[in-house]
């Protein structure tokens, strides 16, 4: 899947806004990194990476 420059601009901006106004600590979002790196090693990479361009699919088309 090629990740689109919006939908990671979505997704900072959504990262920023826990941070800035819901507490969200920044060692919290090292582990949140740290275990997206980690996960995308694994062998349920591909699966998420299926579920997550459905879910971009989905609604993209709505």
């Keep these: 899947m090629n990740v689109s420059v919006p939908l990671v601009v979505i997704l900072g901006a959504v990262a920023w806004v826990a941070w800035r106004y819901m507490g969200l600590r920044a060692w919290h979002l090292v582990v949140c990194l740290l275990f997206g790196f980690l996960l ?3 062998s349920i990479a591909p699966e998420i990476d299926r579920m997550v361009t459905g879910l971009v699919r ?3 088309t709505h």
């Design 40 to 42: 995308a090693a694994t």
């Design 58 to 60: 989905v609604f993209s």
